[in-house]
């Protein structure tokens, strides 16, 4: 009589050396859950899974990972998705790690998952990021990161996600998908620095590091490096964002979305992604996209959207694609919502 291969399921723990099928995940890396020991399952899921495999907070699962390994770190949703608060950055210093939020199937900020960390709302103290990364190779996906921009009375938060370097190397090849980055403050409470940055400050920059599906900024942020600061002196390069949106309420027209790097970039790209300014008041940022471009590097925006923008990207080496020519001006932009004005005749 053929084997059984799946007589054991229920007899013995996952085996998070091998074939993870609980998952659909086949990996030759380790695989660790982390769960939140508030949770009416926790210890059934310690008992069940083994205290090796099931952590209590992500640091513990990357302390637990092995550097280059390929290992997952799976992150379980809290019971009824409340926020899980963060007194302390999520430090990701391994190479080839996979962090990951269970239960999110949609793309940012629409996922059912609700897995959320929080930096200084309620918390007794706060750290100056959320979470770091410097290891490369990193895949995140299915969370999001809500925390005060800026200054508030247990610290200061410079960055909910940094992307630096360190002592530990510096995050190559990073891939964030379904991620979701959004700020508690307005401007007037000093919520206007960076969401995400990109420090870059390494020989030859930051290589290859891509958005997908991203949400990030807050309909009363005010930005002043941008929601997304890249303005490292030795790159990034080859930045790619697809279908992520930015939101702002820009209270100046020098506000910006992003700021590209100011060094080597090679090139940076933006794919079908949005860009929003929900304030009516008149003051449109002048440049969706700004920074000095240096030669030999250019900025390419394709199939993007704009509301309450001026321009794309006014520096010369900022592309943009589809536009069409005509006779009242030498390039129209059809990507540019300007409400119910008249069209501009032929």
Not at 88 to 113: C, E, M, Q, S, W
Not at 129 to 158: H, P, Q, R, Y
Not at 227 to 242: C, D, I, L, Q, S
Not at 307 to 324: H, I, R, S
Request: glycine share 12%; hydrophobic share 40%; proline share 3%.
């Amino acid at each position: 009589m053929a084997r059984d291969p799946f007589r054991n399921f229920n007899q013995y723990k996952i085996d998070p050396l091998s074939e993870v099928r609980n998952a659909g995940l086949v990996t030759n890396g380790d695989v660790y859950w982390v769960s939140s020991v508030a949770d009416s399952a926790h210890t059934t899921r310690r008992n069940d899974m083994g205290r090796d495999v099931v952590k209590e907070t992500v640091n513990q699962a990357i302390t637990a990972v092995t550097d280059g390994n390929n290992d997952y770190v799976f992150i379980i949703p809290t019971d009824n998705g409340t926020v899980i608060p963060l007194g302390t950055a999520i430090d990701i210093t391994k190479d080839r790690v996979h962090v990951l939020g269970i239960g999110n199937n949609k793309p940012a900020p629409f996922g059912y998952g609700g897995l959320t960390f929080r930096g200084y709302v309620a918390a007794t103290a706060v750290d100056t990021e959320l979470m770091t990364v410097n290891g490369a190779g990193v895949e995140l996906g299915g969370f999001k990161l809500l925390g005060t921009s800026g200054t508030a009375a247990a610290g200061t938060i410079t960055s909910h996600l940094l992307l630096g370097t360190s002592a530990n190397g510096t995050p190559h090849d990073l891939w964030i998908h379904d991620v979701h980055v959004e700020s508690t403050q307005a401007a007037a409470a000093n919520g206007t620095t960076d969401l995400v940055t990109i420090s870059g400050d390494v020989a030859g920059g930051i290589q290859g590091i891509r958005f997908d599906r991203c949400w990030i900024g807050n309909a009363l942020f005010s930005s002043t490096n941008g929601v997304v600061n890249m303005g490292g002196t030795a790159g990034p390069t080859r930045v790619e964002f697809h279908d992520t949106t930015f939101l702002i309420d820009s209270q100046a027209t020098t506000e910006k979305f992003v700021s590209v790097g100011t060094g080597k970039t090679e090139y940076t790209l933006f794919d079908k992604c949005m860009f929003v300014n929900v304030e009516t008041g008149g003051s449109n940022p002048a440049s969706a996209i700004v920074g000095a471009v240096l030669a030999d590097s250019i900025v390419m925006l394709l199939d993007c959207k704009y509301v309450n923008v001026t321009q794309a990207g006014t520096d010369p080496l900022a592309f943009k694609a589809p536009v069409a020519s005509g006779t009242s001006a030498a390039v129209r932009d059809y990507g540019i919502s300007v409400g119910t004005a008249a069209l501009v005749p032929a």
